[in-house]
């Protein structure tokens, strides 16, 4: 099983960004962590910033990719392109994040991905991603 995970804008800053918010854990550390646990699994890890790239990653996945666990941050909340892509690719996205995006601002409840993902998994933290991966696993049993 392969499974990429696409991290959007400022998780590239995950260890010391907002710790109260996102705790003190570069991503890339946690990545080995998650290597490391689903030794069975092939984990692809791809980060931007960049609205077009990680559109561009989800469209790459289609053929490569069993599963795709996307964090697409701020994006969630504002971008149509990225639930366009999501929608528009066969391969099964879990939406994931770190916080529980219902218990800050209002803006931050309104996903466009949601709507098109297999599922949501929020608020538990770094853990979200573990969950991800497990559902992609589950589901293949």
Do not use: C, W
């Amino acid at each position: 099983m392969k499974i990429l995970i696409i991290n959007g804008p400022n998780l590239n800053l995950l260890g010391t960004r907002e710790p109260d918010t996102y705790g003190n854990k570069k991503f890339e550390d946690y990545f080995v962590d998650l290597q490391l646990k689903f030794g069975e699994v092939e984990l692809s890890y791809f980060q931007s910033n960049i609205e077009g790239e990680i559109i561009d990653e989800l469209h790459r996945a289609v053929g490569e990719f069993d599963g795709v666990v996307l964090n697409a941050a701020a994006y969630t909340h504002t971008s149509v392109g990225i639930g366009d892509a999501v929608k528009a690719i066969e391969v099964p996205v879990v939406e994931v994040h770190i916080s529980n995006t219902h218990s800050r601002e209002e803006f931050r409840h309104k996903s466009f991905i949601a709507p098109v993902a297999k599922g949501v998994i929020l608020g538990f933290g770094l853990q979200s991603y573990d969950l991800a991966i497990q559902s992609f696993i589950n589901s293949k049993k």
